[in-house]
């Protein structure tokens, strides 16, 4: 499929409820509606053109940008796109899933992160912590800043509530992230969690809820999955 089919496909499995429903979440005008699991069996037919990732984001809609974040490989993107990725990003599920995504799949994706997470846009900090998280959860522990992660969560702990809405957000899920990502840090992990206590972000019309860290991490930890990685950073 060439990038013109693949839109017009976009476009013919798009529904006004996937829609609507997205609007209640925040996204912007440019999109169809298509359901995670459609793109998904999209995604298969498309599998390993990695020449049409930066044309499907480059169309700007929202449905082709998820899809160009689930088929791109991130470890063959620059950083001047993964940076451009960050600053497009025009709302949560692209900041803080899509970007991710391939970003954690770069060889400098901490760095990258670190970067995003001290900008002065919350979106870009979004994905920051978000890349962060991901690597943690894929990425196995001799190779990861335990030292920088670590100043990371005592950043966590003592600014989370005073961070944009959507940022809080992803701190939250950073600190899960660690707890159980990390063995050697879940004690540690699970100790700031209930000092940070209750999150409140702001989520529009919708019904959906902040994950309690303490609640997921016991949980996590009673299932014996502390310290148990993901094989993708993607989902």
């Given at each position: 499929m060439m990038l013109e089919d693949v839109m017009n496909r976009l476009k013919s499995l798009g529904s006004?409820?996937?829609?609507?429903?997205?609007?209640?979440?925040?996204?912007?005008?440019?999109?169809?509606?298509?359901?995670?699991?459609?793109?998904?069996?999209?995604?298969?037919?498309?599998?390993?053109?990695?020449?049409?990732?930066?044309s499907l984001w480059d169309t700007g809609n929202s449905d082709a940008r998820y899809l160009a974040s689930l088929l791109g490989d991130g470890k063959?993107?620059?950083?001047?796109?993964?940076?451009?990725?960050?600053?497009t990003a025009d709302w949560y599920m692209l900041s803080e899933y899509a970007v991710p995504f391939v970003a954690a799949e770069h060889p400098d994706a901490t760095k990258l992160a670190m970067k995003w997470i001290d900008s002065k846009?919350?979106?870009?900090?979004?994905?920051?912590?978000s890349t962060y998280s991901l690597v943690v959860m894929?990425?196995?522990?001799?190779?990861?800043?335990?030292?920088?992660?670590?100043?990371?969560?005592?950043?966590?702990?003592?600014?989370?509530?005073?961070?944009?809405?959507?940022?809080?957000?992803?701190?939250?899920?950073?600190?899960?992230?660690?707890?159980a990502g990390i063995k050697e840090l879940f004690p540690e992990t699970l100790r700031i969690a209930k000092a940070i206590g209750k999150i409140r972000v702001e989520m529009g019309e919708t019904a959906c809820k902040v994950?309690?860290?303490?609640?997921?991490?016991?949980?996590?930890?009673?299932?014996?999955?502390?310290?148990?990685?993901?094989s993708s950073t993607k989902c």
């Open positions: 006004e409820q996937t829609v609507k429903t997205f609007r209640r979440h925040g996204a912007p005008e440019n999109m169809y509606g298509v359901k995670v699991a459609d793109l998904k069996v999209i995604l298969k037919q498309l599998k390993g053109r990695q020449e049409l990732v930066q063959l993107m620059s950083t001047k796109q993964l940076n451009d990725w960050a600053k846009s919350p979106n870009i900090q979004s994905s920051g912590w894929t990425r196995d522990d001799e190779v990861l800043d335990l030292e920088q992660i670590r100043e990371l969560l005592t950043r966590c702990e003592t600014s989370i509530h005073q961070q944009a809405n959507r940022v809080r957000y992803v701190m939250n899920g950073f600190v899960t992230s660690v707890g994950p309690d860290a303490v609640e997921s991490l016991t949980k996590i930890e009673s299932m014996k999955r502390i310290g148990k990685k993901k």
